[in-house]
């Protein structure tokens, strides 16, 4: 698996401005979808590219400036959590990169710990949680309730099954399933995509207007 998280080798001291960009997350996560609320999360340091679209109450780190990215597109769910630092139980801090790619999605209640990095159109369900680390390749799925431990990688078009627990690498075009997760499907090629838990509008007005030029 990519180290995308490591373990920091320096004393982590919270500073004042750090605090002030926790408090813009705060204050842009209890806003309905506005420009004022992009602004805030870009101010904290948050990278956000264009058509993104974020739900309410959700829980951005803005301890590591710039460590939280949103490609273009991408769908961010309620109630979702990204940490891009964490502290463990012997006094070691974990950080790392924490990055939404182009057109995925996340759904309701998700855990994006440090390191973890969701590819393009990816769609990841209600209340999973990726551990550190964690790498989901493009066009892969994640289903609602799943645990992926820490360091695994996710292959391209991959799916894992609701309520999995993945402790091993995911080769890519392989469905998974069970606790450990084990494999029920290889070499699946089907990229019909699902009705997804959350809709962008912003992608879904591009889309009907690349329609109708064509019509």
């Known amino acids: 698996a990519k180290k995308n998280a490591t373990f920091s080798t320096y004393e982590f001291g919270i500073k004042e401005h750090m605090i002030s960009r926790g408090y813009l997350c705060k204050a842009a996560s209890l806003m309905p979808l506005n420009p004022l609320k992009y602004n805030l999360l870009k101010l904290a340091g948050v990278q956000i590219e264009e058509d993104v679209f974020i739900a309410p109450e959700i829980t951005i780190d803005g301890v590591l400036r710039g460590w939280t990215r949103f490609r ?3 769908s961010i769910g309620w109630g979702t959590r990204c940490f891009n630092h964490l502290f463990e139980e012997d006094g070691k801090i974990i950080v790392g990169y924490v990055e939404v790619g182009e057109e995925a999605s996340i759904g309701g209640f998700v855990s994006l710990t440090p390191g973890v990095v969701v590819g393009k159109k990816a769609n990841i369900g209600a209340e999973v949680k990726l551990g550190p680390g964690v790498h ?8 609602a309730g799943s645990i992926i431990t820490p360091f695994i990688t996710i292959g391209e078009g ?3 099954m ?8 995911v080769l890519p075009h392989s469905k998974v399933q ?4 084990k494999v029920v499907q290889e070499n699946m090629r089907d990229r019909k995509p699902k009705l997804d838990l959350i809709v962008n509008p912003n992608m879904e007005k591009e889309h009907i207007d690349k329609t109708n030029k064509q019509t």
Do not use: I, L, Q, W
């Open 162 to 169: 609701m309520g999995s627990v993945v402790t091993e690498n």
């Open 136 to 143: 989901v390749g493009d066009h892969a799925k994640v289903g």
């Open 178 to 181: 069970g606790n450990p997760a």
């Open 72 to 74: 273009r597109g991408s």
């Open 158 to 160: 991959a799916e894992v």
